[in-house]
């Protein structure tokens, strides 16, 4: 038995350390900080230098390049390579806008899914903020009082998400209406200010608009996607080869 146990321990050092630790958890990382945010801020910077310095501004998009073709299909990315390529600052940045007003309809999203889980709603709520905040300066360029106006929507979605108190003490309860109202002010107003055609993953330009079906959210947890079986068929053949080789030793002993 003990040498059994010992092979079961070995076997499962093995896969979890060839299969990647995404396909177990995803990390929120700080919570104040959103990586896509980070780097439009970044990117920004470098097109304003005199001249834009273009090649800066691609690395930059690369290394949030697969993060937004993992939450949001390939064709925000697309739009993003092909204003760099044909050196359009302006079309650069307003496609990096929109990519982020999408960014924080998937967090708001998944808020409302989750919405009991406090912790994990209330990190994505700071990551939803962390991207409007990169926002904030061109909506305060235009109207001052919309961004006001918005950072109050995002504290009343705060508010709504409760809080569960330690050991009772201190809580209050959640309330999933107040949240829904305020989330709908948030993306109504940032997908006009934005101009996207809608806020929905798939909808990132008028043509994807009119087929919705064309851009599906990719999430390793989508186990309609063959390539996501792998990690869980690899892990029950092993551990059913485990088994039989158990059962073999035993029956010769």
């Keep these: 038995m003990k040498s059994f146990r010992f092979f079961f321990y070995i076997v499962m050092i093995v896969i979890l350390n060839f299969i990647p630790l995404k396909a177990f958890a995803y990390s929120y990382g700080d919570p104040n900080k959103e990586a896509v945010a980070e780097a439009y801020k970044q990117m920004k910077e ?31 990315s697309e739009a993003v390579l092909s204003a760099l390529e044909s ?27 989750n919405f009991d ?7 994505l709520l700071a990551k939803a903020f962390a991207t409007y905040e990169a926002l904030s300066p061109v909506i305060q360029g235009k109207d001052p009082a919309l961004d006001k106006q918005l950072r109050g929507e995002f504290d009343k979605a705060l508010q ?57 959210k ?16 690899v892990i029950a053949v092993v551990i059913i080869g485990a088994v039989l080789i158990y059962v073999r030793r035993r029956k010769r002993a």
Excluded: C
């Design 218 to 233: 990719k999430e390793w947890t989508d186990l309609s996607e063959a390539k996501n079986w792998i990690p869980l068929i």
């Design 117 to 123: 889980q406090y912790d994990t709603s209330k990190r």
């Design 160 to 216: 709504s998400l409760g809080n569960p108190g330690l050991f009772g003490v201190g809580e209050k309860k959640s309330d999933i209406n107040v949240f829904k109202k305020s989330k709908e002010t948030i993306l109504t107003t940032l997908q006009k200010q934005f101009g996207l055609k809608s806020v929905k993953i798939g909808h990132f330009s008028e043509s994807a608009a009119e087929k919705p079906d064309a851009v599906q």
């Design 87 to 113: 050196k359009d600052r302006q079309a650069v940045i307003e496609d990096m806008e929109k990519i982020l007003v999408l960014n924080i309809a998937r967090r708001l999203d998944n808020i409302e899914t």
């Design 46 to 76: 470098k097109l304003n230098e005199q001249p834009p310095n273009f090649a800066a501004t691609k690395d930059i998009f690369e290394t949030v390049k697969d993060e937004i073709d993992m939450h949001m299909g390939t064709e925000p």
